[in-house]
């Protein structure tokens, strides 16, 4: 038997390392670049997730993070946390994030997994939490923006797979993926064919 609480904080460790894997070996402008129409951007992502982890395993529990983040005060701009400035070196975010998850893992440590917290910007019907809960929030998050990162990363040089250690990709070369991505085309114009015949 495992504990329970181990068990969460081994897969948020996870996902955060997976999270950070995908910057490795990039310069500035690769980190920073949007590759989607909203904007989504490797470092934004890094700083987004320290932020989330900041307020649900620090605010939510009484012990708030040491670390100021403006991009959260009144009157910052939208989606501040979304991307990094150029004052904002790439070390200075993945720093802050280590620090944040440091803070976090000493909430973790700190209290039982029933302990009863408050999420002031969640209605008030659902404001109350436990740790527990708040833990299972913050894996899922910091996985759905690892995820992010991991096509974010693709499409800037071809690079995927799960983490460092376990890509959990199929077996194959450049022109096993080539082929591989040509049958998956293959299949989307005969179902949109046969989509558009039968309507």
Do not use: C
């Amino acid at each position: 038997m495992t504990d329970p609480k181990a068990d969460l904080q081994r897969y948020l460790q996870l996902a955060r390392e997976a999270l950070l894997w995908k910057l490795d070996g990039l310069g500035e402008y690769d980190l920073r670049r949007p590759l989607t129409p909203t904007g989504t951007n490797l470092l934004g992502l890094v700083k987004h997730v320290a932020s989330v982890e900041a307020g649900y395993l620090g605010d939510v529990f009484g012990r708030p993070s040491p670390e100021s983040l403006p991009w959260f005060d009144d009157d910052a701009e939208p989606n501040a946390d979304m991307w990094a400035t150029a004052e904002e070196p790439a070390e200075d975010v993945t720093a802050l994030y280590r620090r944040v998850w440091a803070h976090s893992d000493a909430t973790v440590e700190a209290l039982p997994l029933d302990a009863p917290g408050a999420v002031s910007w969640w209605p008030a019907e659902r404001r109350d939490v436990t740790l527990h809960r708040i833990l299972v929030h913050v894996i899922a998050e910091t996985n759905r923006h690892a995820g992010h990162a991991d096509i974010v990363r693709e499409l800037i040089d071809g690079s995927a797979g799960l983490r460092r250690d376990v890509d959990n990709m199929a077996p194959g070369d450049e022109a096993w993926w080539r082929a591989y991505r040509d049958r998956v085309e293959q299949a989307a114009r005969v179902a949109s064919e046969a989509d558009r015949g039968g309507a």
